[in-house]
């Protein structure tokens, strides 16, 4: 995908078909970044951005809505509070259905655009994902990109993972107890200091404020964790990466990255998002049947296959 | 347009053509059809969703928008709140301007899809739509699709109408006296099962509460008529067409389409969906003159022939 | 620009580009013609209208955003309320950015469509803007486009200019001093009538109420300056052009330009509605270095040259 990406090639391999992006919570990097992929793809972006300026508004279902929506577009993005509820979408779908993140539940895209950012990372150091040791540093209890992710480097060999949060914060049990059961190494820390020794990955987030029952509540976490270069320098093993789902809070009594970090070439966290389009371009290019043929002069053309408009 | 509906075909012929998709009120489902249908066949959308975010709320006159936003798009689509808006609107553009819904008065595309799909549903009966006996039920008083139906309906033979609605939402009674001096006949119910009975097509609406007075106005009549499986089942003949223009209520207290009639092969409410792609698409091609001609190695070819940019 | 606008021509000159419309205040159009102008070469658009749905309200640094949204498209448009938050952005951009209007500060790209209409307008009269006479009217204080304006007219010779304005919106004072040290003629006046005694221009400016600090404060100039028909017949040279950036007040009360100007051939502020898609094209290929070239065909080919990508 890197050569469209960077528009060194130009495809329309998804000329003619749509994506429907559907956010029900807000966003910008996430939203952006399905469509910038598309686009790149060749295809046409239709979106939807405000529960309010919506059908579900006027108090309609999520299937009535999926069976509809499917009938408009090729494959859908959607973002929604409720955890479950974009499954419950998917089924009722008769287009792909890719999940731009389900309130505090799942964030898969972001997971996968994680991996291959870690995959990048190591690989530039000569190293793989088996044996690999991540601090997941934050609040853990609700954001979403950290569940997904653990989902994800499970499935890799004999992984240490540091668990560094507030305990009301923790990592929720049984995504711990799934790691565990595969034979992975957990720690839990509830001092930065202590959990980002000897390991090759930070992955911090913000307080997942919006998630919290009150704004009381989330102000109690607000800046507990700030890592910056004096922190890492002290702590850390050298060229540790440092990754961020972002966004990062910029408030200088949150920051939980700070800005002197910025200079730093282990910062991680622009080449995360760069690689989020080239994710996202695959992703479509798997859900939509992206193959390559031969045509009737023997060249080789790309197509999708799809068969969604069968449905029509 | 089925075959570019279902991308069987890929049609270019609206490139560099713009649609400005101008939503002044809440709307998914028109306004993601309309911009579906344009992106069909090659064109670009843009978009405006919120009259805060707009010039208007600057105190900007429609005749003044319509003047700019002319000179930016080969063709628009508005939904607005205010009825005749949108007529005043296209009197002051110099591109085509297409009624996305203005109020409770009119939903031009809406009418023309229901009409398509009951010729469909009809010609599947082996039918046309002359001598049609449809019930139009619930909200007829606000329900503006409603209202540009009959006017569709009324351009075809002996039709029978059932109006089934509280008697304070009755059908506007000069939709119903343009009807009855066409010679269709009309008859009018206040129950249900009452007005179902002996009808081709039972075209069911919700509630349109935000045209209410007050939220306690609108709440009386929530729920009044309800169909589902075994009410249909007791009262309609056989394959008795089930449309809606949806969105449908899925509050349980207000549901006027049950959910146990998903199953129902009769349930057109998504077939009616899907065609308002390829409906839209044609309202596009017609106001954009795309025609087919001939070019210079003989070979057909479509363009579109709207004069527009000439005013620049 | 003007073939491809008028879609007597089509390219595809930034076919696989993207440009990313961040519009943190509202507006229809600046933004939809942005779009639009994108789209006439080729190119597509995302689009994030309103700050509340975007990353900059979990706390994000404009730095941030900036890193993020030019790795997922070529080129941004950027409005903000902030003065210098433009600015700031695109200093941490890898890609061009284009100032929507940052507040009370710049609105550069309307700048230029005035010029580009000046120039047209006056060529019309066989002149050019060399000695030209124009009077600045309404607030000048907080109108952006016309300190943009003044900075563009400065750099012609000899230009007499009228600030017509209520004594506590009076153009800033730098910008007068910087006109004044260039040689050029300024006179301020607290009276309509006048201030529009022989000039070649009339640019009227809309009171920009959301600047003030209260509405009340705002409240006190609405309606002192109102040009109509008989105010231009009684004062105005014949063949005074009237210009204005959009969008002028409608309300009763307030209309600054009356609606009997309508039918005023001289009243120009449709043309420069016109005209702003053209200049805004003209930006785009500029930025992004759009060039022709030979290809291997010896045809000339357009394309576009801009290094982005080249930083993911």
Not at 4 to 13: F, K, L, N, Q
Not at 106 to 111: D, G, L, N, V
Not at 176 to 193: C, D, N, P, W, Y
Request: hydrophobic share 40%; glycine share 6%; proline share 5%.
């Amino acid at each position: 995908m890197r050569p469209y990406a960077m528009r060194r090639r130009i495809t329309r391999v998804l000329e003619g078909a749509i994506v429907s992006n559907m956010f029900f919570e807000p966003s910008t990097r996430t939203r952006v970044s399905f469509g910038s992929a598309f686009n790149l793809l060749g295809g046409q972006v239709r979106e939807t951005t405000e529960v309010k300026s919506s059908a579900l508004a006027k108090g309609e279902s999520l299937y009535d809505t999926a069976r509809v929506l499917s009938g408009y577009s090729d494959v859908i993005v959607m973002r929604h509070p409720e955890p479950g509820s974009v499954a419950e979408f998917a089924q009722a779908s008769r287009v792909p259905v890719i999940n731009g993140g389900d309130g505090p539940n799942e964030h898969p895209s972001q997971a996968l655009l994680d991996l291959y950012t870690m995959r990048q990372e190591m690989a530039g150091r000569g190293r793989g994902l088996d044996d690999l040791r991540i601090a997941l540093i934050g609040d853990l209890k609700y954001g979403r990109a950290v569940h997904s992710l653990c989902k994800l480097l499970g499935l890799y060999k004999n992984v240490t993972l540091h668990f560094v949060s507030p305990p009301e914060l923790d990592i929720p049990p049984d995504i711990a107890a799934e790691l565990k059961a595969k034979g992975h190494r957990i720690e839990s820390f509830h001092e930065l200091e202590q959990g980002i020794h000897d390991v090759d990955i930070l992955y911090v987030t913000r307080t997942q404020e919006e998630r919290f029952p009150s704004q009381q509540e989330a102000d109690k976490y607000r800046g507990l964790f700030r890592l910056n270069q004096s922190v890492y320098t002290q702590h850390c093993e050298p060229n540790t990466v440092i990754m961020h789902p972002l966004p990062r809070d910029s408030r200088s009594e949150a920051q939980e990255l700070a800005d002197d970090l910025n200079q730093n070439p282990n910062l991680a966290i622009f080449r995360q998002t760069d690689n989020g389009v080239l994710v996202r371009m695959a992703l479509f290019a798997l859900v939509l049947d992206v193959v390559e043929q031969v045509d009737d002069h023997a060249k080789p053309v790309t197509w999708f296959t799809a068969k969604r408009r069968e449905a029509l």
